[in-house]
């Protein structure tokens, strides 16, 4: 009942900027928190960063000082803004919502938006 939609990768030189965006759709008021993670090839998906439905944020030490994820409640939308990218931020790049409903825990993804950081 929660479905996401993102947007917004693509190829970007190093110490480029690129903004991703994800919608959520369906039952927002059950969303707890959202967040993004990235899967890079022959590695496991990482939490890159995530913010609570209280405004908390959380930043994985690879990203912190570079990433901002930002979240407009209007717009049921999550940001995140990448600025002095890397070639190691190449990754699909994953939105993730969690919550409750119907009194049943949930993790909702959507369908991934390729990020290339060239060098």
């Known amino acids: 009942q929660v479905q996401l939609v993102e947007s917004g990768g693509g190829l970007v030189q190093a110490g480029g900027s690129l903004r991703l965006s994800c919608a959520a759709s369906g039952s927002t008021a059950s969303i707890n928190a959202m967040g993004w993670y990235r899967q890079a090839p022959g590695k496991q998906r990482e939490l890159a960063a995530d913010i609570t439905s209280g405004g908390s944020t959380n930043y994985a030490d690879s990203v912190k000082g570079r990433f901002t994820i930002s979240r407009d409640n209007a717009k049921n939308t999550v940001y995140l803004q990448m600025n002095s990218l890397k070639p190691e931020d190449t990754a699909v790049y994953y939105c993730?919502?969690?919550?409750?409903?119907?009194?049943?825990?949930?993790?909702?993804w959507g369908q991934g938006t390729q990020v290339t950081v060239s060098s």
């Open positions: 993730n919502a969690e919550g409750l409903l119907d009194r049943r825990y949930y993790r909702t």
